[in-house]
């Protein structure tokens, strides 16, 4: 499996979509803005104003109201702080990154409506916001040497650059799991060290010196990966994978042979690889807790299946393509499904909960 | 009928698709690989050597394999330059720009194989060529002031902001025809002065001082637009609509209300504007005939039926969003099997050829 060619959101913006389930993103990128605000305010201070153009890219921007949501209050954020110090506002110039296989169209789409919006807010102003496109992988260059003033990721960094080698013994798991072989958590470990230390050194290239870069990312909130729900949301996805070779859909090999690229480091494993690499320095580091259903925080048993609906369609909007592209495409319908009532078993005793960290960190 | 939202190419890959239907355009693109070539040596020499970040940006760069072939194009003859200098080659940022509804998706999905075949080909240097979208009209601002050393356009900015206003009385014509009244001629070419000179104004502000500009365009040979076969192209096609009229399958009224945002300049009336408007020098002006069916140059008149069927096709992947949108898709199979068949009739007695301009600016 050539990671790149599947991880990527469901397209469009239909029932299915990333584009119509992410709210769970929205509210844990919406957690990060604070950080954001101070590490556009420092830019702003340490360079002495913002630069005539300034140069932002978001790192796994993915297809939906999220990407330009963010980019909407970095410009208020900025207009802010101008109105603030009596600057001028600069041009922006905003890079949206995902992979080549990303839905950049359906963002392309929403441009003149996000534009002419924020000419009603700033006026005229806003002509002078630019939205481009980088196709690309992270963990490959995407810019010029010393171009970017701030970079920002909201739960992308955690994806992987390929499926570690060295799980053929994780089995009916998907992803590290409370039954995993103590080699499988040293493995992903290490593939999210190599992976994060490289995107470090290639961002802090293509930034210039001062820059600034934010980073969400799903994480645990205690080091040890076999003791709490870290991993929950892909141990009930296996689950229902196990169900469907009992019933003699899915063969046991190809569970065998499918693990997610994926990880969610403990916050000091973060803090590990940041003083490593070398290239930035830590500024903040904040953890939090991120329900499943955001908008929903209260444990009412009566609307769990409204609930195992919802938060199947979450899962299902990240992960179907690289599904579909392992397991076959017309299984998907009744995996979910499975899925959807192991949620709704999960949620009638526990929380659905995930913890997040809020990375801030300053180049050199 | 909002321009910018109908008027792109056809989408995918497909057979109707304009990434399989444009090599007259490819042709013409290469037509102008010469001047491209002098500009990007012109612009070595005014900068004492490229910039460490070339900043290069194509307008209407479309989806299909000119797209990309362009840019390989152009990263040939920079490396070229440089290696006749023994100079460094410098950092790529190529940004494709187009109308928000163009389909860069299927642009970024070749991306993947175009950097394997150029790192395989200048080695991994070629890491640094870094491929942008850049959504949005031409007729608006895209790149914040002084920031790009060339520009390209090959085949888009013949295309109108918007229909002329003032065309009532060309009734069953849908752009400059032999019958059409004197006012019509008049009011394209002031559309055409006017989203001309925008055009050259703002580049001018985006484009650093001595940077360049190469423009490929659809034009007239002679000055009078009644006098030749400038326009033959829509005249079939707008007799294939006047068919159907006769037939009931499309309103009278539906035609009268149509006409194409499109202007074919003579070469004196693009010198008056680069004149009038005042940022760039014209540095050449070159005419050439482009046959339609490029590959095949010879008028083998027992061809005619593939020679209409190419035809067709190539114009079909170039106005059927727009022609679909006023006239509903449901009548398009029925329209371009109209068209094909008027291609072949006049075939069988002319030579099907256009004109086109190759123009190289220099900004002040």
Redesign the interface.
């Known amino acids: 499996m050539l990671t790149?060619k599947v991880l990527h959101m469901n397209t469009g913006n239909g029932d299915s979509s990333y584009a119509s389930n992410s709210n769970l993103q929205g509210t844990g990128l919406q957690r990060s803005f604070p950080v954001l605000n101070e590490a556009i305010n420092k830019i702003a201070n340490d360079l002495n104003g913002f630069p005539?153009?300034f140069k932002i890219a978001d790192l796994g921007c993915s297809s939906g109201p999220n990407t330009l949501f963010l980019v909407a209050n970095i410009i208020d954020m900025v207009h802010d702080i101008c109105s603030e110090n009596n600057s001028q506002v600069p041009?922006f110039?905003v890079?949206l990154n995902d992979l080549?296989?990303?839905?950049?169209?359906t963002v392309?789409?929403s441009?003149?409506a996000f534009y002419t919006k924020m000419r009603e807010k700033k006026g005229d102003d806003c002509?002078?916001c630019?939205?481009?496109?980088?196709?690309?992988s992270f963990y490959?260059?995407?810019?010029?040497?010393e171009?970017i003033h701030l970079f920002h990721s909201s739960y992308a960094v955690h994806w992987l650059s390929r499926v570690p080698q060295g799980l053929e013994n994780n089995k009916l798991n998907i992803y590290m799991a409370k039954t995993s072989p103590t080699n499988v958590f040293k493995t992903y470990r290490k593939q999210f060290e190599k992976d994060f230390t490289k995107l470090l050194l290639l961002r802090s290239q293509e930034m210039i010196s001062g820059g600034r870069m934010i980073l969400t990312i799903p994480s645990r909130s205690v080091a040890d990966p076999t003791s709490e729900d870290c991993c929950i949301i892909w141990e009930l996805l296996a689950k229902s994978l196990v169900d469907m070779v009992k019933e003699g859909l899915v063969q046991e090999s190809k569970i065998n042979s499918f693990n997610i690229p994926y990880y969610t480091p403990y916050e000091d494993e973060v803090r590990d690889v940041i003083q490593q690499e070398g290239s930035f320095s830590l500024h903040s580091l904040n953890g939090f807790p991120l329900h499943w259903e955001p908008y929903n925080t209260d444990t009412n048993v009566s609307d769990l299946p409204v609930r195992g609906i919802n938060t199947a369609k979450l899962i299902r909007a990240v992960i179907e393509p690289m599904m579909a592209n392992h397991f076959g495409k017309s299984i998907m319908d009744l995996l979910f499904k499975k899925y959807q009532e192991h949620v709704v078993d999960h949620l009638a005793t526990k929380k659905g909960v995930n913890y997040s960290l809020v990375i801030s960190l300053v180049k050199h």
Request: net charge neutral; hydrophobic share 35%; no cysteine.
């Open positions: 790149e005539r153009s041009q110039q890079f080549f296989e990303n839905d950049f169209n392309f789409r441009l003149p002509g002078s630019f939205v481009y496109a980088v196709p690309g490959g260059r995407l810019f010029p040497n171009s």
